[in-house]
């Protein structure tokens, strides 16, 4: 093979090998075809507003000031009268847009969508606001539209700032957030006079969503520890920017006492389940220290505060146990924390304005944020349960339908049999008010759910792994007898005819063979170039038959500690490299490891005796 043939070949090969990652690690893990479910008990809250503070970090927003005192004193009060409070668990990467898909439709995006910038939908899902009876979204042109785009119907209504608005290196980004509520104020002024609109306010199952944008612009221009970031309170406390904490009361107040006329009074009696507007929601997310992606407590845990009907108000505890330190260092040690993953907030707003769990959430209920009674609790654990289900349904029959028969591998842990023993069992329980028991079946049922769900999602990544792995080994191979073969005389013997003979006929009959194989089961085309590829390349390796007996044989005669030795120290190299992934100063000690190298195999001596021998020749040649 020629050079531009051979480098162009290598350049094809390893584009494979790139593209490969994302079709093993990072498909969509989404599934249609399911059908919705939901409880026929009355919800305790008729509709949600829902603020998301994005860039908003746990500490920034728990934490006290050198002085003891709250950023944020109304949220503060909030924990410690009106509502319940936790921390939000993401996962990476921490960007807006997966960050918003868990909250809203209750899944982890597949990370493959960056390709599209995060803006696009690679694949179509469903949402709290696509359940809901009517959706009013104001905020940030890149989240708004996805959700609105995904919706059955023209229920879900965005109204988005300019997205030059977004100048991540503007001196004070907060004009954002203000926009955002100039025009809530707008769209209730305009209500009062717009029948149509007025008769839509009044249905039950309704959605206010607040995206406020400022804290994340400003980290990014001001970095998360500037005096911006410090002032996390510019959106809660601050009565110069655009969320104080007299604006987010007096903004609440007015939702309710100018629109929803007795809704002030029910709330300052705090009767929540009479209330019309039952359910506020604070939730924000998303850390910010400079960088999106890591897995570091400050960009992975956020806030969550909630309140209003349908929640528990704050439980005063003696202790609480967890992992970090977190609770001593807010002074919230004595109030009751419930963390949650970020999904989990989905079928928690779901439940408590009565729609249907989004079909592709993965969330699991919270019950503890729950103020309602035993019953209501387990009826909407069972409909999650019995959605997640579904989705491991759809799942294992999509997989069935492209594999064979004799080589489909079943989950075992869920059979056919366990689904329907479990729904008739935790039924029957339901049935005979032993909730707890019910309770703890359903909780079962979708931990097996999951594990079966993400079973059958990697189902096919062994055999496309061992697939790209044989063919990167080829070609590895490949490009070192070419460098022996061009630099050695290795290449002199000519291959047997026998031999040619039967590669010639061998590797096509197995080509054909593979390709009939991912035929018959309608696998993606992609597959055959994965499957494909090793075959083309181990031909041209085993056609250098000659090469390798060679090599082999001149191997042979080196001492086998040597070899052995030899092996080793690749072998540490390369875990070396592994570990680096992990923790970062594991390549510091192989680097210092690397530089003994000339040490220990006598270079350095044959080195110096090298220039030693140059500096004695010199003087001569110059005589």
Not at 25 to 35: A, D, I, K
Not at 110 to 134: H, M, T
Not at 217 to 236: E, M
Request: hydrophobic share 45%.
């Amino acid at each position: 093979m020629n050079m531009p043939i051979f480098i162009v070949a290598g350049l094809l090969v390893h584009c494979v090998f790139l593209i490969s990652i994302f079709d093993i690690y990072f498909t969509s893990p989404l599934v249609h075809g399911m059908t919705p479910h939901q409880t026929l008990l009355p919800p305790p809250a008729q509709r949600l507003v829902l603020f998301v503070a994005d860039g908003l970090r746990a500490d920034s927003l728990y934490e006290l000031d050198d002085k003891g005192t709250s950023k944020a004193p109304y949220l503060r009060n909030i924990i410690t009268s009106k509502g319940s409070w936790g921390v939000s668990h993401t996962r990476v990467p921490t960007e807006s847009r997966p960050g918003h898909v868990a909250l809203i439709a209750g899944f982890y995006e597949d990370v493959s969508a960056v390709a599209r910038g995060w803006k696009e939908n690679p694949v179509e899902f469903d949402s709290l606001f696509n359940e809901s009876k009517y959706t009013w979204s104001w905020g940030s042109p890149d989240i708004l539209p996805m959700f609105a785009k995904g919706a059955s119907g023209d229920h879900v209504y965005t109204n988005c700032y300019k997205a030059e608005s977004e100048d991540f290196g503007a001196t004070d980004a907060t004009v954002l957030d203000t926009w955002v509520f100039d025009h809530v104020k707008d769209f209730f002024t305009l209500a009062r006079n717009n029948e149509t609109l007025f008769s839509k306010l009044h249905e039950q199952k309704i959605v206010f969503f607040l995206h406020l944008l400022g804290i994340d612009t400003n980290g990014h221009a001001h970095r998360p520890h500037s005096r911006y970031r410090k002032l996390v309170d510019f959106l809660i406390m601050s009565s110069q920017h655009s969320l104080s904490s007299t604006l987010i009361s007096s903004f609440a107040i007015a939702l309710l006492n100018e629109f929803f006329s007795d809704s002030l009074r029910l709330l300052n009696e705090q009767k929540a389940s009479d209330c019309i507007i039952k359910q506020l929601l604070f939730f924000v997310f998303i850390g910010l220290s400079g960088s999106h992606g890591a897995s570091h407590p400050s960009e992975t845990l956020t806030p969550l505060v909630a309140w209003g009907a349908g929640i528990k108000y704050p439980q005063r505890v003696s202790s609480q146990q967890f992992e970090d330190r977190f609770l001593t260092e807010w002074k919230l040690e004595t109030w009751k924390r419930q963390d949650v993953n970020q999904a989990d907030i989905a079928p928690l707003m779901a439940s408590l304005i009565g729609v249907p769990f989004p079909l592709n959430s993965v969330g699991i209920l919270p019950l503890e944020y729950l103020n309602n009674t035993a019953y209501f609790k387990a009826e909407n654990i069972f409909a999650n349960a019995a959605q997640i289900l579904e989705q491991f349904k759809v799942k294992m029959a999509q997989k069935k339908k492209t594999t064979f028969s004799f080589l489909f591998s079943p989950f075992k842990s869920l059979s056919d049999s366990e689904q329907i023993d479990i729904l008739r069992k935790a039924r029957t329980f339901i049935q005979h008010e032993k909730y707890e028991e019910a309770v703890s079946l359903c909780t079962k049922l979708i931990g097996l759910a999951l594990e079966g769900l993400s079973y059958y999602h990697t189902y096919d990544r062994f055999f496309l792994g061992i697939s790209v792995t044989m063919g990167f080994v080829g070609w590895t191979s490949y490009v070192i007898l070419m460098i022996i073969k061009e630099h050695t005389s290795f290449s002199r013997t000519e291959a047997k005819n026998e031999v040619i003979f039967l590669l010639q006929y061998t590797f096509p009959a197995v080509g054909v063979l593979i390709a009939i194989f991912l035929f018959i089961q309608s696998l993606p085309w992609t597959y055959y170039v994965y499957c494909l590829l090793p075959v083309l390349i181990w031909y041209a390796v085993l056609k250098e038959y000659p090469v390798i007996q060679r090599l082999i044989t001149f191997l042979g005669n080196f001492p086998w500690t040597q070899t052995v030795g030899f092996l080793i120290v690749c072998t540490v190299g390369i875990e070396i490299l592994v570990f680096s992934f992990f923790f970062r100063s594991t390549i510091s000690f192989g680097l210092i490891a690397f530089s003994t190298w000339p040490l220990v195999t006598r270079l350095w001596n044959q080195a110096k005796l090298c220039d030693l021998t140059l500096e004695i020749l010199t003087p001569n040649l110059e005589l």
